[in-house]
């Protein structure tokens, strides 16, 4: 009878297991094609297979084999996520409008970019023995008392 119970266990354990990693990369390959990963570029099933399919199968291994704390944080996935990720409601990236308009702003703050002052025409001398310089701005080493 010991024996029944513990194979059950077991198998119960196992199959919780199979369908908590199969459910996970699902979601994974999911997220993907949606494009919600954050990855650029083409989001396609075979760009999936080159590029996230290791990753989305370490994941899943993972949580299947610790499916009894990852169930529950599956299904109260948002919740988890605000409580514990701090993420803020609404968009996460300011509108490009808004990110050129402070750029502006801090260009006209530090006096770069469009709002420098014109160069000042300084004017050369020819370079001679002494770089161009008179005597009298030579640095010299003596000192004067």
């Known amino acids: 009878m010991t024996v029944v119970l513990c194979l059950g266990v077991l198998v119960g354990y196992a199959l919780g297991a199979f369908l908590t990693a199969r459910s996970v990369f699902r979601r994974c390959r999911a997220a993907y094609l949606a494009g919600r990963t954050g990855s650029g570029g083409a ?7 080159r590029q996230e399919r290791q990753q989305a199968e370490a994941v899943a291994l993972s949580a299947g084999a610790l499916w009894p704390a990852a ?17 803020p409601d609404g968009r996460v990236r300011p509108e490009p409008g808004e990110v050129a308009e402070r750029i502006d702003d801090l260009e006209r703050a530090l006096g770069v970019g469009r709002y420098a002052a014109p160069p000042r025409t300084v004017p050369t001398r020819m370079p001679g023995r002494d770089g161009g310089r008179r005597a009298t701005e030579l640095p010299t080493t003596r000192r004067t008392s």
């Open 71 to 87: 169930v529950p944080l599956l299904l109260l996935r948002r919740a988890v996520a605000a409580l514990v990720l701090a993420r």
């Open 43 to 49: 989001h396609t099933v075979g760009a999936f297979e």
